[in-house]
């Protein structure tokens, strides 16, 4: 899905933000291509130490790639008009480590003391793997992305501890191959898969069953692949539970004006 506004001049990664200020409340796999994505945490000053330690530990699941000032909903390296508190099409509020409400933006939550924290996305790689030809299932399908708790321990910081989400993709084992060298350029968007094959092995027991996300079939002739997932915050913030926070909806990220051919490394 392309949101572009062709009446307007507006580039995609505009146009797609706009779109969700609208109301727009559907994945973003797929939108804007070309543009880098993210997903989201806000946590009160009080903790953005911790969570910020948190993910130089964890670089892998929780690359940072964009951070508010206190109280400050915008972030100019990310986009000079984004506000963080309307540009993704779903958001999630947590009281105590549970979700609460799920609204399309967060102009009644937001307060003077919140950080915001722009974590790296795998749908920046994405558009990599489909440019060498390489399927992507649940794009095809016009889902989410299948994500799973592992039992992958992160380096804990603070009252943040907790395992590993992982995004899976299934791929023909010749495609898999390409797919870690491909993404392996892309440190600042999880990088290189962290497992491939034998779920079961990090503690998923159903394949057909994530813990968020949406499920995809993986036929007999491929493996699923899993990549470090930006969700990882989400089962942090649950098991500390935490007075309060703020994350994006699983899938429904923030469109940013970075460029994706401007994170590979080589």
Excluded at 2 to 11: D, I, K, V
Excluded at 113 to 142: K, M, N, Y
Excluded at 212 to 230: Q, S, T
């Amino acid at each position: 899905m392309e949101l572009m506004a062709p009446a307007t001049g507006l580039p995609p990664s505009v146009a797609a933000r706009h779109a969700c200020r609208a109301g727009m409340a559907s994945s973003t796999a797929g939108v804007a291509n070309g543009f880098v994505q993210g997903n989201l945490a806000i946590l009160p000053e009080q903790l953005a130490a911790s969570f910020h330690r948190f993910c130089q530990l964890n670089p892998k699941p929780c690359p940072i790639i964009g951070m508010s000032d206190v109280g400050n909903p915008r972030i100019p390296s990310l986009g000079l008009d984004l506000d963080i508190r309307t540009d993704l099409p779903r958001y999630r509020v947590w009281r105590d480590g549970e979700v609460v409400e799920e609204p399309t933006d967060i102009m009644a939550h937001w307060r003077d003391d919140l950080v915001a924290f722009v974590i790296g996305c795998s749908f920046s790689f994405e558009e990599a793997l489909l440019a060498d030809d390489i399927p992507i299932r649940h794009i095809e399908r016009g889902v989410r992305v299948p994500m799973y708790r592992t039992n992958i321990a992160c380096a804990s910081a603070g009252p943040f501890a907790g395992p590993m989400v992982v995004s899976m993709r299934p791929l023909r084992p010749a495609d898999a191959i390409r797919a870690v060298q491909i993404t392996s350029r892309f440190p600042s968007v999880h990088g290189a898969p962290v497992h491939l094959g034998l779920p079961q092995s990090i503690g998923i027991a159903d394949i057909a069953r994530p813990d968020y996300g949406d499920p995809v079939p993986v036929e007999a002739d491929e493996i699923p692949v899993f990549w470090a997932c930006g969700v990882t915050p989400q089962s942090v913030i649950a098991a500390a539970k935490l007075p309060f926070a703020i994350t994006h909806a699983p899938g429904l990220m923030l469109v940013t004006d970075l460029r994706n051919k401007d994170l590979a490394v080589f």
